[in-house]
């Protein structure tokens, strides 16, 4: 799976000079997620991404204070993350570790996430996998695509769950569900472009958070 992951951040311009501009549409993107993480996690916690690929959500919560590790099993794109990271600055540090295996960072961290990462694994493993996340911080979320996806480029081997039953996956992994929120907002039809004008921003937002969205996440705590 690593080279395909290689070849897909390679496709959306993380080996290109240019590489900051796709950053950039990234951090807008993942604003909602940046936002849950700071109610949770004050400035200067730990934070592990698990899945980190070329580490771009990591520099602008590193560059908000935080202390941040990603990992990835791709050593082409940790070795990129790191070298970016010193390149804009910011005190991320990147390794290579296995998302089965997480035990070098068993208890070190107050807060573990990974996006897109986990849907590619039938539900049994992202239960493991989330589990195996809560060894290594008292909060974890998890970030997967809705399937509105499909208006994204199509769906591939992803798993496509209601938000509801993403809850239900962070239960069955032994935490305390603390909650779940969409975002990412939906434009690719006239529909979705109509509602989005004519909605009232605190309407959309409860829509997202019922799944129309892009994205949609689950919060759970160590019990």
């Known amino acids: 799976m690593s080279e395909r992951w290689r070849q897909y951040f390679d496709s ?5 000079p240019g590489w900051l501009s796709t950053a950039v549409s990234h951090w807008g993107f993942h604003e909602t997620l940046y936002g849950v993480i700071a109610q949770h996690c004050p400035l200067g916690a730990s934070i592990l991404d698990v899945g980190s690929g070329p580490g771009w959500s990591d520099y602008y919560l590193a560059s908000k204070g935080y202390k941040v590790t990603g990992v990835d099993n791709e050593p082409s794109l940790v070795e990129l993350a790191n070298l970016q990271a010193q390149r804009v600055g910011v005190d991320a540090k990147f390794e290579v570790a296995d ?61 496509i769950y209601k938000i509801s039953e993403l809850g239900e996956i962070v239960e069955d992994s032994g935490m305390r569900l603390e909650g779940t929120f969409g975002y990412g907002d939906l434009a690719a039809t006239f529909t979705q472009i109509q509602l989005r004008r004519a909605l009232p921003r605190f309407v959309w937002r409860l829509l997202q958070n019922r799944g129309f969205a892009f994205c949609m996440a689950a919060i759970g705590s160590r019990r």
């Open 99 to 159: 998302a089965f295996d997480l035990s070098a960072y068993h208890g070190k961290f107050d807060l573990a996430y990974s996006c897109g990462v986990l849907e590619h694994f039938d539900r049994d493993v992202t239960v493991q996998l989330l589990s195996e996340q809560s060894r290594c911080a008292e909060k974890v979320i998890i970030q997967i695509p809705t399937r509105y996806t499909a208006y994204a480029g199509g769906i591939t081997d992803e798993r």
């Open 12 to 16: 959306h311009g993380a080996f290109d």
